[in-house]
């Protein structure tokens, strides 16, 4: 199956601080690219849509100037939580969508769990 | 309400023994619907796509109601293995390209 990679996967930060995340799908193209967060006993929520060459697309109660999302290359996104605080610390997963003529599959990054002390 | 509801468990079962999970949308213009399996601090992997006609893949079954907006899941023959959170998952469609609502999930534990 398709392979999608996160970096890091562990990150203890101080508060204040920004933080870069980096997702890449390693084995496929995909021009598009979601952005999720997951806090403890609780489901994934989605944060961010990120397109390859153009602007990310936030969902609502997200703050764009927070959470920077670049997604330069078609294998590559990045998400920059800046000025973390510990209200961020959660676990950020990353996914591709993989299209194989109609279908289209959506492939999860491993994770990164973020604790902002 | 959210948009996707699955009673959160836990469930307890004993190996062997066969377990179902149900699920509710809201939105009724939803298109596709899964089933993710996520363990403990790793990602979702998808489980398998549940379609109108209902599907089995193995020990597991699935099922659609969209008159009822319900899904649900069986697994038969439950194994150790099988313990993990099990997400319900609904893709609006549209012009909501590729976006995934999730339910909280359901917490499944298989015990000797």
């Known amino acids: 199956g398709a392979v999608v990679s996160q970096h890091p996967s562990r990150v203890i930060c101080k508060s204040g601080t920004s933080v870069k995340i980096e997702c890449r799908s390693l084995?496929?193209?995909?021009?598009?690219m979601f952005w999720y967060r997951q806090f403890p006993k609780q489901s994934l929520m989605l944060m961010a849509t990120?397109?390859?060459?153009?602007?990310?697309?936030?969902e609502q109660g997200v703050e764009k100037d927070k959470f920077l999302i670049n997604h330069a290359s078609l294998t590559l996104s990045t998400l920059t939580v800046t000025s973390a605080h510990p209200e961020d610390s959660s676990f950020y997963i990353c996914?591709?969508?993989?299209?194989?003529?109609?279908?289209?599959?959506?492939?999860f990054g491993p994770g990164t769990r973020l604790l902002v002390l | 309400r959210k948009e996707v509801e699955q009673d959160p468990g836990p469930f307890n079962v004993p190996e062997g023994a066969t377990v179902a999970f149900n699920c509710t949308y809201s939105?009724?213009?939803?298109?596709?619907f899964f089933w993710y399996r996520q363990d403990c601090r790793k990602e979702p992997k998808l489980l398998m796509s549940?379609?109108?006609s209902g599907n089995e893949d193995g020990r597991f079954t699935a099922q659609l109601n969209r008159a009822s907006q319900y899904i649900s899941l069986l697994i038969r023959d439950s194994k150790l293995s099988d313990s993990a959170t099990y997400l319900c998952?609904?893709?609006?469609?549209?012009?909501?390209?590729?976006?995934?609502?999730f339910g909280q999930g359901t917490i499944l534990t298989v015990h000797p």
């Open positions: 996914s591709a969508v993989r299209t194989s003529g109609s279908q289209e599959t959506q492939y």
């Open positions: 939105n009724s213009a939803s298109q596709s």
């Open positions: 549940v379609y109108s």
């Open positions: 084995d496929f193209q995909a021009t598009t």
């Open positions: 990120s397109n390859e060459g153009s602007k990310a697309t936030y």
């Open positions: 998952v609904v893709h609006k469609g549209g012009t909501s390209y590729g976006k995934l609502t």
